[in-house]
C-alpha cells in the first residue's frame, strides 16, 4: 500500500515562496510517476505539475515559470517549489503517485492520493 503525506503549506502574502513535501511510502519512489494537483472549493482539481518516470517535467500554464516539481530519490520524497506566489494559487494542495491509467508517457489517472495541505496567499 502506497502512503502519501504532504507538508509544508500555510499562508503567506503575495509574491512570497513556499516549498511543499510529499512523503512517499510503501513503493520505490525513483520509478513512479507523481504529480501535484490543487482544488479550490466548488472548482475542478487541477494538476499544476507532474513528472514522470524518466525525471521529464511539465507544469500549467497558471504556474509556469514560478513552481518547480523535484524529487529525492533515496529519501522518496516529491516537492514543490512555489515562487512569486499569488491570491489565484489559493487552493488545497495534493500529491498523486501511481498511474491508474496512462497515454505512453504521462498519467492520465492516479492511484494513490495524499489528504492534502492548504496553501493560502494573501494580496
Known amino acids: 500500500q502506497v502512503s502519501l503525506v504532504e507538508s509544508g503549506g500555510g499562508s503567506v502574502q503575495a509574491g512570497g515562496s513556499l516549498r511543499l513535501s510529499c512523503a512517499a511510502s510503501g513503493y520505490t519512489g525513483g520509478s513512479v510517476r507523481m504529480a501535484w494537483f490543487r482544488q479550490v472549493p466548488g472548482n475542478e482539481r487541477e494538476e499544476v505539475a507532474a513528472?514522470?518516470?524518466?525525471?521529464?517535467?511539465r507544469y500549467s500554464d497558471s504556474v509556469k515559470g514560478r513552481f518547480t516539481i523535484s524529487k529525492d530519490n533515496m529519501k522518496n520524497i516529491l516537492y514543490l517549489q512555489m515562487n512569486n506566489l499569488k491570491p489565484e494559487d489559493t487552493a488545497m494542495y495534493s500529491c498523486?503517485?501511481?498511474?491508474?491509467?496512462?497515454?505512453?508517457?504521462?498519467?492520465?489517472?492516479?492511484?494513490?492520493w495524499g489528504q492534502g495541505t492548504q496553501v493560502t496567499v494573501s494580496s
Open positions: 513528472m514522470n518516470n524518466g525525471g521529464v517535467t
Open positions: 498523486a503517485a501511481v498511474c491508474s491509467a496512462y497515454d505512453g508517457n504521462w498519467c492520465l489517472g492516479f492511484r494513490y
